[in-house]
């Protein structure tokens, strides 16, 4: 239903530990009630995700951390005032109240206030903090449409509300604040170059094959159903009666290729990171038998496409 009119069905939903899939300016989140056990067990088995996987609070408003788990650290508080609402998505201590199963036994939670009006107004009209990881098979390729959300997880959720697609299209970076110097466990929207300026240096942490610190940051993730691979140096053109597609940065490639995405011809990384999961949908789609992706610059938001790349290439490895 559209999500400027079925706030108020989709908050009731939420309330009786249903499941509602919802925009935010990162990609769409399939969200229960943070505070019901039952209801996020739901959202692990919609999405075949595994318990050790942990997911990420929503809140409505800045202000609800406070309420939630107590005195928030100094260094919580000064990114969420300069980046929430945002594509940020902090670790603070799980709070008695949000049950074990939503940080997957971490005593650790990853919490964010995102910046979409239909985000926010479902939140607080539930009453609740919201578990959300993105709505999508677990390992698949995240949904940046509403359409994506239906033809990935179907009846498994109770209500889809369509905000039309996603403004950044790719998932909220994740820092942790609590050591000497904060560390990025996930690229993300937010680029490092904007939590240098607020915070001075950070490190970057890499994905793990074993229990994730953080959601999204296992080693191999992301991926479509195509097999899919990174372009080596210059890719040759497909030869004849080949079936592959190319996911390209800003120009077409040469050759017969069945089936070509451009993401930003005008060289714009924001850009391409909004329309990456979309083209790359879009190229699973077509029945190619290999989708090959050219990297981008690794600079700015680029990292994080690439961070995406990079894991569902090695998904297929």
Excluded at 222 to 248: N, Q
Excluded at 267 to 274: I, K, S, V
Aim: aromatic share 4%.
């Amino acid at each position: 239903m559209p999500a400027d009119s079925g706030i108020a069905e989709a908050a009731s939903v939420l309330r009786t530990g249903g499941l509602v899939a919802f925009p935010t300016e990162t990609v769409y989140g399939l969200g229960a009630n943070a505070l019901d056990a039952r209801a996020v067990a739901r959202v692990f088995e919609a999405k075949a995700r595994p318990s050790f996987d942990p997911l990420i609070t929503h809140l409505a408003e800045a202000a609800e951390l406070e309420k939630l788990v107590g005195a928030v650290p100094a260094a919580v508080a000064a990114l969420a005032e300069r980046f929430w609402p945002g594509p940020l998505t902090l670790i603070v201590d799980r709070p008695a109240v949000i049950p074990p199963i939503v940080t997957s036994g971490l005593q650790t939670m990853a919490v964010r206030v995102p910046d979409h009006e239909a985000a926010r107004a479902l939140i607080a009209a539930a009453g609740v903090p919201v578990a959300a990881p993105s709505a999508n098979r677990f390992g698949q390729l995240s949904p940046t449409r509403a359409e994506h959300v239906v033809r990935g997880l179907g009846a498994a959720v109770d209500v889809v509300l369509d905000g039309g697609s996603t403004r950044c299209g790719i998932e909220s970076t994740i820092v942790d604040v609590r050591g000497d110097r904060p560390v990025v466990l996930r690229l993300g929207a937010l680029p490092v170059e904007a939590l240098e300026e607020a915070v001075g240096p950070v490190s970057v942490r890499s994905g793990s094959s074993g229990q994730p610190v953080a959601p999204g940051t296992l080693a191999a993730h992301y991926a479509p159903r195509t097999p899919l691979r990174l372009a080596a140096g210059a890719e040759p053109a497909a030869g004849e009666g080949a079936r592959r597609g190319f996911l390209a940065f800003r120009e077409r490639p040469s050759g017969d290729w069945a089936a070509v995405e451009v993401l930003s011809g005008r060289g714009d990384l924001t850009e391409a990171a909004a329309r990456l999961f979309d083209a790359l949908h879009r190229l699973d789609g077509t029945g190619v038998d290999e989708i090959v992706v050219e990297p981008v610059p690794d600079v700015g938001v680029g990292r994080a496409i690439n961070d995406r790349l990079r894991r569902a290439a090695a998904t297929w490895r």
